[in-house]
């Protein structure tokens, strides 16, 4: 497993008006969104290309473009659908599965309502996209998904996470598969009630108002 937290100001700048408990829903979507396209630029580096022989207006040329089979983009339900339109502005041509997963608030154990993924995903590069990354267990049950339809590559974007998400999921994934990790923030701790501190709260809430 592999981790790479953001070094840039303008992810820095973005994320703390994130957390700011006075960030209104619409704006906060307009920030995921913006820091998703900036993550989504370090975490695609290794995105499959082809040579592609094109002509500009002035000679012939051999550019490049991606390379078949698409790449998957798995949002996470519900809070990691705030993080799909900033992936797909910057992968236009991925393929998008679904994940519904939600978190018991007591057990921190998540369970799974929704699974929409191709029956198939040997050979795709799949970019799962939540934003919290809190114990690593709902991000442990959504590579097991992937895995057991054949993935072997796990790119993860996420804007806030925990050591604590990170060790598991390094545990875990040590042999099995190749996960790797792209985060905004790497924060202190996990609180009593499983939130990440600092953190930002519920993102999912802090999107789409609580339900
Ligand atoms: N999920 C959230 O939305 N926030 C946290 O801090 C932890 C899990």
Do not use: W
């Not at 041509?93 to 018991?104: D, I, K, P, Q, S």
């Not at 590559?153 to 990790?181: F, M």
Request: glycine share 8%; aromatic share 6%; proline share 5%.
């Amino acid at each position: 497993m592999r981790l790479h937290v953001a070094d840039h100001p303008l992810i820095a700048h973005k994320l703390s008006v994130l957390r700011d408990q006075s960030t209104d829903s619409a704006r906060f979507r307009q920030l995921t969104e913006e820091l998703v396209m900036l993550l989504a630029y370090e975490a695609t580096r290794s995105v499959a290309v082809e040579d592609k022989e094109i002509s500009t207006p002035v000679t012939t040329f051999t550019g490049t473009r991606l390379a078949a089979p698409r790449p998957v983009v798995v949002p996470i339900l519900r809070a990691g659908l705030g993080m799909l339109d900033g992936m797909l502005r910057i992968l236009p041509t991925a393929e998008v599965g679904f994940l519904g997963m939600v978190r018991n608030e007591e057990t921190f154990e998540p369970s799974a309502y929704a699974d929409r993924l191709p029956d198939d995903l040997s050979g795709r590069q799949i970019f799962v996209v939540d934003p919290m990354l809190a114990t690593g267990g709902t991000l442990a049950m959504a590579v097991d998904f992937l895995l057991a339809r054949g993935a072997r590559d796990v790119t993860a974007v996420c804007l806030v996470s925990a050591p604590e998400g990170v060790e598991r999921i390094e545990k875990d994934y040590a042999e099995s598969a190749n996960v790797e990790i792209y985060t905004a923030a790497l924060d202190e701790k996990l609180n009593d009630k499983g939130y990440i501190v600092p953190g930002l709260g519920d993102a999912g809430d802090r999107m789409y108002g609580i339900v």
